[in-house]
């Protein structure tokens, strides 16, 4: 089976820093590759698919990046409001998910 | 406006037996795949099953193969999860979700129900 390693397992950041968080899967998935934003108490969220498409309505300040391994989602200026649990998610087979990222406001 | 809603949830004890099931509205239900995902209190997101559009293939996470069940009833919009000898370990909110691309099974999720909680305990 295909496992996904997220890092780090949480961050703190300022408001309007760069966030960075990795994904990697031990086997090659092409593009396969979703994002979710999880707020306290709430369901997942789509953030980004295809491992770089935005889903509709999600602000721009988020992006995906990467193929076959190695991915990464980046917000660029960190928000309040983004304040949540991120998972990625592999689909190329049946899916998995990453352990997941908490991301707070230092 | 694309809806699913799940229910059935509630507390049993081990060994015991539940019916989730989600009904969904807002879009053409025979069209897509549908996905059982479970979250354990404080835990991550784990993928539990899945269903093709037409129901003539199931697919099933090892931790529950051969004791949860996967069907849905297209004429009534709903899929359903039945789960069978629950453990402690099936403990969860349970959510279903509706992939972002027409008959394909393994997609990205672009709407999830608000969940059901199984408790099991004695």
């Known amino acids: 089976d295909i496992q996904m390693t997220q890092s780090p397992s949480s961050l703190s950041a300022s408001v309007g820093d760069r966030v960075t968080v990795t994904c990697r899967a031990s086997?090659?998935?092409?593009?396969?590759l979703a994002w979710y934003q999880q707020k306290p108490g709430k369901v997942p969220k789509l953030l980004i698919y295809a491992a770089s498409t935005l889903q509709s309505g999600v602000p721009s300040r988020f992006s995906g990046s990467g193929s076959g391994t190695d991915f990464t989602l980046t917000i660029d200026s960190l928000q309040p409001e983004d304040v949540a649990t991120y998972y990625c998610q592999k689909y190329n087979t049946a899916p998995t998910f990453g352990q997941g990222t908490k991301v707070e406001i230092k | 406006e694309v809806q699913l809603l799940e229910s059935g949830g509630g507390l049993v004890q081990p060994g015991g037996s539940l019916k989730l099931s989600c009904a969904a509205s807002?879009?053409?239900?025979?069209?897509?795949?549908m996905t059982w995902v479970r979250q354990a209190p404080g835990k991550g997101l784990e993928w539990v099953s899945a269903?093709?559009?037409?129901?003539?293939?199931?697919y099933y996470a090892d931790s529950v193969k051969g004791r949860f069940t996967i069907s849905r009833d297209n004429s009534k919009n709903t899929v359903y999860l039945q789960m069978n000898s629950l453990r402690a370990e099936d403990t969860a909110a349970y959510y279903c979700?509706?992939?972002?691309?027409?008959?394909?099974?393994?997609?990205?999720?672009?709407?999830w129900g608000q969940g059901t909680r199984v408790t099991v305990s004695s």
């Open positions: 086997q090659g998935i092409s593009n396969s």
């Open positions: 269903i093709s559009s037409a129901g003539g293939s199931t």
């Open positions: 979700a509706k992939p972002g691309e027409q008959w394909l099974v393994f997609r990205h999720f672009d709407y």
């Open positions: 807002g879009f053409t239900f025979s069209t897509y795949a």
